[in-house]
């Protein structure tokens, strides 16, 4: 019973590499979001895929990309990593239904660490 | 614009103590609401949710929380916390397309 896998679980990267952030959820979900939680700021929506076939940004869209792989499958990239970007990162997941009456599910995070 | 607040950064009880967490939502329509925990290193788990009905609505590990439409508010309640509460404790409120906007948080320490 995995729910929201994400990996890796911990990452050091110099400025400037790339990184992918795995995510698979195994509940059958048609939704799947990126946030990232930073001390005092709660959680921040980076992406979120409404369906498989869909991607949208969230509210802190800047320096990241996402793939919804397949329905199972949301990735998110770092492309040009900056030190603003250490933070946690979490993916989740909300069922089949009416979206608004759906909680987030949610993966036990990215701990990123930028140098 | 839609938000939700958590006015209290931090808040130490004593075991066995009641406790309650503030929330205030900002919202035109009636709101989506979740309250959510966090145990260090872990994700975000469901508490309870409200979408109508009742106002005040049961969730897990005892925890209810109560909808108040003339205050805005959806505070989070226990009657006698447990040192095992200690954790970081998320309001959020269902956006629009299918996003949940959080609040900033509120962490929960326990006081032997």
């Known amino acids: 019973n995995a729910g929201v896998t ?17 995510c698979a959820q195994d509940m059958n979900h048609n939704s799947m979001y990126w ?7 709660g959680l921040r929506l980076i ?7 869909t991607t949208d940004k969230g509210e802190v869209p800047n320096g990241y990309n996402v793939s919804r792989l397949n329905k199972r499958e949301f990735s998110l990239r770092l492309e040009s990593a900056a030190p603003s970007q250490t933070s946690v990162y979490f993916c989740a997941s909300s069922g089949t239904g009416k979206v608004s009456n759906q909680p987030q599910h949610f ?3 990215t701990r990123l660490s930028i140098l | 614009a839609q938000s939700v607040t958590q006015p209290d950064i931090h808040i130490t009880v004593s075991e066995g103590a009641s406790l ?3 929330c205030n939502y900002s919202y035109g329509a009636t709101p989506y609401l979740f309250w959510y925990v966090q145990s260090p290193g872990q994700g975000l788990q469901l508490l309870l949710k409200y979408f109508s009905g009742d106002t005040l609505v049961q969730g897990i590990k005892g925890f ?4 108040k439409r003339s205050q805005s508010s959806f505070n989070l309640r226990k009657p006698s916390v447990h040192w095992s509460d200690a954790a970081e404790y998320f ?7 299918s996003k949940i906007i959080f609040g900033s948080g ?3 320490s326990i006081r032997p």
């Open chain 1, 6 to 22: 994400q990996t890796p679980k911990f990452q050091v990267l110099k400025t400037g590499q790339s990184m992918t952030l795995q």
């Open chain 1, 35 to 41: 946030y990232r939680q930073d001390p005092g700021m």
């Open chain 1, 47 to 53: 992406y979120y895929s409404a369906s498989e076939g």
């Open chain 1, 107 to 109: 993966g036990d995070g």
């Open chain 2, 20 to 22: 309650e967490l503030r």
């Open chain 2, 64 to 67: 209810e929380a109560e909808f």
């Open chain 2, 91 to 97: 309001c959020a409120a269902y956006s629009s397309a």
């Open chain 2, 106 to 108: 509120t962490r929960l």
